[in-house]
């Protein structure tokens, strides 16, 4: 299980390392000439098992940091730089830039992106793509919304221009499993709106942004977009300490999260846009159709090998179909194919985190230690960089893999008689992001559609749980999230309401009409972009 037999395409061969040397603050790529952190694949290019050397980032610290933050401030230049300034039509051209450049280095980042987080080849091809769309949607989004503000509204003798705004310096930390994707959800958004930028790329997945530092250098002007290298503590906690962070845009987890936040001085000035951890359930009713049910199960607790969010993460089975159900789910799992990410088929993939199988592993003990049983024959197979995935039943509430989101190859099951139970438990639950909901009779079904949706933020009707299709809302209740993430919610996220207002008078109306003629100002203009 360790390495696929099939040899490696040319096209996808590590011919040469990548030791990066440059980084990107006020517009200039910096050489940097101190300490280097070695990247590292759990794929093997070789015949015995040995991780890959990919190549080498900066190991940057708190001048670096400190640097990069001053080159955001002064491009904000309190309100009055030229990217909050400019006019909304002019920062889509400079976005749709960035994506034609962005598209010319596809084949670079999709390799990247198996090598360094073991991410199928459909998968990889899939983020890339998603991504551009993505941008491509924002950027028509953002055309919407301001066709929506150019004009003028009048209450009680006032007339009010109301546009949204940005809001300062965003400091931006994207997520290791979709580290294109999900991190440009955050940064894309953020500048589009007028707001510079500090972004730091995640653990795993950062070679990949790479390719793209010189298209950011030359689509945006200098300072709106700031990219370093380095641990978390080093980087992101000496910028937080400054107090000159306006939003903290963080996928990941709620201790970096929290950590970070606390090292803030003025929370009050905070604005938090966080995607944090999930434990998602599947509620499996008598009546579910088990074919469609175990295919979505299936999707849902192994796409990625179990390393989203969104990822199914317990599962409840009702009692008369459960010895069915862990018959038939757990023969399929083990029917799933295991390999690199080029290979034709594979769903299973090596874990990009060289502790991660020790830590399954750990999960594993404590549930087998308290009652729990491996329902498939090959759960808990051990190689150098992968366990495969472990069914467990019955597995209660003292246990681990119950208490903790694995993000990771290991699918614990409960049964229930009564469906308060699951429902009990969500309550209980400190998240509440997506669940999954299988059966077919309406009368059950309408009641618990109408109470779960009162406990998460995403209820899928015989679907696997999912964040896409990107254009729908993107969010969680309790400790899930703050803040949505969708084209259309995003740009709010990364924004504010303000508005030009005036008692009508002559005077006042003769004064915005001539600014209207003079197209002066890039605020107050009633221009309507197609």
Known sequence: MSKSSNPIPAEFQITNTIDQKQYLVAGELKKWNGNTTQVFSTISSSEEYKPTLLGSIPDMGEVEALDALDAALSAYDKGQGVWPTMKVKDRIVCMETFVEKMKEKRAEIVKLLMWEIGKSLPDSQKEFDRTVEYIEDTVEEYKDLDRGSAKFQKHQGVYAHIRRGPLGVVLCLGPYNYPLNETFALLIPAIIMGNTTIFKPAKHGVLLITPLLEAFRDSFPKGVVNILFGRGRAVAAPIMKTGKVDVLALIGNSKSANALQEQHPKSNRLRLVLGLEAKNPAIILPDADLDLTIDEVIAGTTSFNGQRCTALKVVYVHEDIKT?????????????????PWDNGVKLTPLPEPGKPAYIQELLDDALAKGASIQNDKGGQHSENYIWPAVLYPVSKDMRVYQEEQFGPIIPVLSFKDIEEPLDDMAESNYGQQVSLFGKDVYTLSPLIDTLANLVCRVNLNSSCQRGPDVYPFTGRKDSAQATLSVHDALRSFSI??????????LNNETVEQLLDAKVSNFLSTDYIL
């Not at 159900?325 to 399929?332: E, I, M, T, V, W």
């Not at 309401?497 to 002559?506: E, H, I, P, V, Y």
């Open 497 to 506: 309401r303000t508005f030009l207002a005036f008692k009508d008078n002559d």
């Open 324 to 340: 069915e159900f862990l018959d038939r789910f757990s023969k399929k799992i083990d029917a799933l194919k295991f390999g690199n």
